[in-house]
């Protein structure tokens, strides 16, 4: 197990820093993962959310969006730690396990140096971090550290790298040999008559708003100038976020209603069920105008990475709400709702990523150039490598002033570590 760790350490310190994202995350995840199987690491949630999370580690290997990258890395050790130690909050502790560890990893020694060792592993993990975000973020900081010693330009960041993954690895794999209990807390308990009051009055409120949501929204560019003073885009645009913030806590009343909710009958706990459903019923209503929404604005404005996220947001909101009604109506336990969410959520994030962003982005952006002759060139000359085979459907000469600045970012050699996907079909498109 050390070995594999240090081996996984040693690999992501040799290839990552200093070069584009590549082939070399998708080999380190796979030492982290055979580290953490070494440690006798055997369930149907490890194997599931394991494999989710090693494939999203792979992403780096196929898509050059950094954001879509670094959004896939992230849920990649998330769910690496659900693998570990369930799909509890507690699990998100598991990457620190190597921290309580140190005594297993170290020959036996003075009580004190266990304590002393683990010091020292999280000064490294505290201090490192900061010293390499410094050095990036200040030249004269930089200049002040590189002239106090040799010229060690590239080693913070091989450093800081080595010891996170080794981290990672070894945190990983000692939380398979350690339990992590939930957390004792006691919920209060309410009568249904205490929870059907402002349910009721919730549910209510959601419908009124979406019938003026048909009336208004649906209604026509006309109604809603006359009804709201605003253009058509401004209306979209209006209340987007207000509405995805909307249903994300109707998302936070439906568990607390659920879990405190103290019912005695079968006709309460029907009554229960009604009222949360038609709530999660309009609220998916409310979602869906929020899309509308935004669908209205992109046509007057294009897609961009943020609102492509945004839409995505929505739908994987949506998802949610799909999930928790299929769990109310075939009466399934906290727990399994929760495992089929996560799953639900990793393999949305793996099939977003695999679809490409950059590359739909751009596609939009082309088809709106084509409808209305209106192209931000600045913007799509930002996007990763990924836009380049949508980009080259541009005529002449505004494909050339596109494309540009892309044949210069992608004539660089690159380490075979860095190999990727997507950089290396931009580069046949540019090619032809």
């Keep these: 197990m050390r070995v594999l760790a240090v081996l996984a350490a040693v690999t992501a310190a040799a290839s990552l820093p200093h070069a584009p994202l590549g082939i070399g995350v998708a080999l380190t995840a796979i030492l982290i993962a055979m580290t953490v199987a070494r440690a006798n690491l055997r369930s149907l949630d490890a194997a599931l959310f394991g494999a989710l999370a090693l494939a999203l580690a792979f992403m780096p290997a196929l898509r050059d969006a950094g954001w879509v990258v670094a959004i896939d890395l992230v849920a990649a050790v998330a769910l690496a730690a659900v693998a570990v130690a369930g799909p509890r909050v507690a699990a998100l502790l598991a990457p620190f396990r190597a921290l309580d560890g140190v005594p297993e990893l170290v020959p ?73 209990p939930d957390p004792v807390v006691r919920a209060p308990s309410f009568g249904l008559a205490e929870w059907a009051i402002p349910l009721v009055l919730l549910d209510l409120l959601f419908l009124v708003f979406v019938a003026v949501q048909v009336t208004v929204l649906f209604g026509g560019h006309d109604h809603v100038l006359e009804t709201s003073g605003l253009t058509y885009a401004e209306y979209a645009r209006q209340g987007f976020w207000q509405l995805i913030a909307a249903a994300a806590l109707t998302l936070v009343v439906v568990a607390a209603a659920a879990r405190t909710a103290h019912v005695r009958r079968p006709r309460e706990r029907a009554l229960l069920r009604v009222l949360l459903g038609g709530l999660c019923v309009l609220t998916l ?135 990727n996907y997507g950089r290396h079909q931009a580069r046949d498109t540019l090619e032809r």
């Design 108 to 180: 036996a020694g003075p009580p004190g140096g266990a304590a002393a060792l683990r010091g020292l592993a999280l000064g490294a993990v505290v201090v490192l971090p900061f010293g390499g975000l410094f050095w990036s973020a200040d030249a004269a900081f930089a200049e002040l550290a590189s002239s106090a010693g040799p010229d060690v330009s590239s080693l913070p960041s091989r450093v800081i790298v080595f010891v996170l993954v080794l981290g990672l690895a070894l945190g990983l794999a000692l939380a398979t040999k350690r339990a992590f």
């Design 285 to 419: 209503v409310t979602v869906a105008s929020a899309l509308h929404r935004l669908s209205l604005y992109e046509d007057a404005f294009g897609l961009t990475r943020p609102r492509l996220a945004a839409e995505t947001l929505s739908l994987a909101l949506g998802g949610l709400f799909v999930l928790v009604l299929i769990g109310g109506i075939l009466r399934l336990g906290r727990r399994q709702v929760v495992r089929a969410a996560l799953a639900g959520l990793a393999l949305g994030l793996l099939a977003f990523s695999v679809s490409n962003p950059d590359g739909r982005v751009a596609q939009r952006n082309v088809d709106r150039w084509e409808r209305t002759g209106d192209l931000d060139v600045a913007y799509v000359q930002g996007l990763s490598a990924d836009a380049v085979p949508a980009l080259a459907e541009l005529p002449e000469p505004v494909r050339e002033l596109v494309l540009a600045p892309f044949r210069s970012r992608l004539d660089d050699d690159e380490p075979w570590t860095s190999a």
